[in-house]
């Protein structure tokens, strides 16, 4: 264990806490409860070899309801019962919730540039791709798409 390394070499460095990340666009709040119970078997660890950690960053990969209902609030309330439960209130804990803040604040327009048929399946060609807004969309996240009439604007 690292932290063992560190004691052992007598360096004099302040650890005060764990940081981790589940994962983007996480829907299970069952992988949050298994990060955080590796973390306090690690802090019981880190106690016992003289470190005060009192900081837990639960990273982001909050979901965001993008075509499926998620409870998010009681995905909230069951990772903040088990650090309440089991750090007590004395730790401080970060999140990056990224995502989850502003994934409805963009929207990508795109135009169909083509159809063809490959082995039996329609393909369709856009005008942009994974590095325009669609790197979520071939990860298989579900983005709702609508539909636009044709236009025959030139802007």
């Known amino acids: ?4 390394k560190v004691k052992k070499l007598n360096l004099n460095v302040n650890i005060v806490g764990i940081s981790f990340h589940v994962g983007s666009q996480c829907e299970s709040v069952d992988m ?45 309330k069951t990772i903040s019962k088990f650090i309440t439960d089991n750090f007590g209130h004395d730790v401080r804990v970060f999140a990056e919730p990224g995502r989850f803040l502003v994934a409805n604040a963009g929207v990508l327009v795109s135009k169909v ?17 994974i590095y325009h807004g669609l790197m979520e969309a071939s990860q298989g996240i579900k983005l709702p798409i609508e539909f636009l009439p044709n236009s025959s604007s030139t802007s």
């Open 1 to 4: 264990m690292l932290l063992k």
């Open 32 to 76: 949050w409860i298994k990060t955080l119970t590796t973390v306090l078997d690690i802090f019981k660890q880190a106690h016992k070899l003289g470190f005060d950690l009192n900081i837990i960053n639960i990273g982001g990969g909050f979901p965001v309801n993008y075509t499926s209902e998620i409870n998010i609030v009681s995905m909230f």
């Open 113 to 129: 540039i083509q159809v063809s048929e490959r082995k039996n399946q329609k393909w369709v060609y856009l005008d942009a791709g």
